[in-house]
């Protein structure tokens, strides 16, 4: 398979770092360096395995994490040395939490953007008890990159070894599986990602529908969420995105 994609979806190192304590439910202000660091570095390896437009940030970043690993897995006697120094993890957390404060004030600021846009003057109207359930909109959250390379390393590892040792004839390609997912979206409104991969025979298909999936993403053509977060990543369309059928081009229909 040759085949690069540029991401415009892509979040930082620091963002990385803040899904893998919330989604172990770690203690920011003791993070277990070693687990953290080998689980970071198995991200950064899922992003070269499928030729993602990695920056440097991310490789400065793991080589932070290696620094402060073993600085901490120093023999007791130069640890004991050591004492009075700053524990090396007191740095990463302070700019972690100064990152996730300002994270979380751009996000209520944007909240605020939308909100606005829906607010038209107007006499005020008593809704009736049994419209208010009608009107009330479905709450979800929607998947971040790291939520969709989990979900792409669970598939990989589900595969059955034999699998990888059979001869697969048929060559898949990610302009293939996007237009498949589009149809199947045509068919059905919404797609779990899981189903998507267990449909799969090979760890190359495996591969390839993700790519789609993130290709479809850049593209704005889906929307990738969770009814909670960290659980299983459910594909829509973008209903921003869909073309109304009076202005389809009947060559290439949505």
């Not at 990695?54 to 004991?80: C, D, H, N, R, Y």
């Amino acid at each position: 398979m040759n085949y690069k994609i540029r991401l415009d979806i892509f979040e930082g190192p620091l963002d990385l770092l803040l899904y893998l304590v919330k989604k172990d439910h770690l203690n920011i202000y003791d993070i277990p360096i070693a687990k953290v660091t080998q689980q970071y570095l198995e991200y950064i390896n899922f992003m070269q395995l499928l030729d993602l437009n990695i920056v440097g940030e991310f490789i400065v970043m793991a080589a932070t994490l290696m620094q402060i690993k073993s600085k901490m897995l120093l023999p007791a006697q130069e640890s004991a040395a050591l004492e009075e120094e700053e524990d090396p993890r007191v740095e990463l957390v302070k700019r972690l939490l100064e990152y996730e404060k300002f994270k979380q004030v751009a996000q209520d600021l944007r909240q605020r953007e939308v909100d606005q846009q829906d607010v038209f003057i107007r006499p005020k109207t008593e809704i009736p008890e049994e419209d208010k359930t009608q009107t009330k909109e479905e709450v979800y959250f929607e998947a971040s990159i790291f939520d969709l390379i989990s979900a792409f390393s669970r598939a990989l590892k589900d595969v059955p070894r034999e699998v990888f040792y059979e001869v697969i004839k048929d060559q898949f390609t990610v302009e293939q599986k996007v237009h498949d997912i589009l149809h199947m979206l045509l068919v059905q409104s919404e797609i779990k990602l899981s189903e998507l991969f267990a449909k799969t025979k090979s760890k190359m298909e495996i591969i390839v529908v993700f790519l789609a999936i993130l290709e479809l993403a850049k593209m704005k053509e889906i929307v990738a969420r969770q009814d909670r977060q960290f659980e299983d990543i459910i594909i829509v369309r973008n209903k921003e995105n869909i073309i109304p059928y009076e202005r389809r081009d009947p060559a290439h229909p949505a």
